[in-house]
């Protein structure tokens, strides 16, 4: 399970740019074990949009966004609601983001953050992968992420050792950033690239204590208030008997 949290709502709408129509996709498995995500998510998420004065196309909810073939399949049968779309809210994980927008050619909005968690999260039939970064930046970067596409983790563009679109780690790999900037061509979107990338916040990677609420979680916390080793044991003391304590008394 990928764990995720919630983007303020106001973020969600400054991300979809000038973008007028939404489609709102919801995944149907990690978010909805976090809580994060779900029909109820994406209808609180159509109210906020259509206060803004867009208009949201459709509500989709996908069993595993990660899936691209669950995801191809599903949109197939609202192709009306997709193609009316402007951009798309997407409530998943990075790795669904990913596949939304390797799937269907419009701006994709994250409106969920993915935190790491430490450990393997599960496995997806895809090349999508997600830095679980804590902020989610894949609305500006043509649903392409920087973090795990570009070998150096670049979130303000390309280094000068890329060549004719290749990375200068390996000439079999593609630049992170040159695919970022054709997507990003091909979506009318090459603005994004004059926006300033902020420092990353590597803080945000860790999960804060008020989500530490499974099981795993719960017994890491116990055990680091814990002090080390196996517990100490009281050691009973022995009552003297009266002739002991004459004894002691008398030397």
């Known amino acids: 399970m990928n764990a995720t949290s919630k983007k303020k709502l106001a973020e969600v709408v400054s991300a979809c740019g000038p973008a007028k129509n939404i489609l709102l996709i919801g995944c149907g498995g990690c978010p909805v074990g976090m809580e994060t995500g779900g029909p ?53 994980c990075g790795v669904g983001v990913q596949a939304v927008g390797n799937v269907l050619l419009r701006r994709v909005v994250p409106g969920l953050n993915t935190i790491h968690v430490g ?21 500006h970067t043509g649903g392409i992420c920087p973090i795990t ?44 690239l004059q926006r300033p990338a902020e420092p990353r916040n590597h803080a945000l990677q860790d999960i804060p204590d008020d989500r530490r609420g499974t099981m795993l979680w719960a017994l890491e916390v116990e055990e680091k208030a814990r002090p080390p080793g196996p517990p100490k044991k009281k050691l009973k003391k022995k009552k003297k008997g009266a002739k002991a304590a004459k004894k002691e008394a008398k030397a």
Not at 61 to 81: E, P, S, T, Y
């Open 40 to 92: 109820e998510q994406l209808k609180k998420a159509a109210a906020v949009l259509t206060q803004a004065e867009k208009t949201v196309t459709g509500q989709v909810m996908i069993d595993m966004v990660c899936n691209k073939a669950q995801v191809g399949v599903r949109l197939g049968r609202h192709l009306q609601q997709a193609r009316a779309a402007d951009a798309v809210v997407v409530y998943s």
């Open 119 to 139: 450990g393997l999260q599960g496995l997806w039939p895809g090349k999508e992968r997600c830095g679980q970064c804590g902020d989610c930046l894949l609305a």
């Open 149 to 192: 596409m570009c070998t150096k983790s670049l979130v303000n563009g390309t280094c000068g050792g890329t060549n004719h679109g290749k990375c200068e780690v390996s000439k079999n790999k593609d630049c992170g950033w040159y695919l970022i900037y054709e997507r990003l061509k091909a979506l009318g979107q090459l603005a994004e």
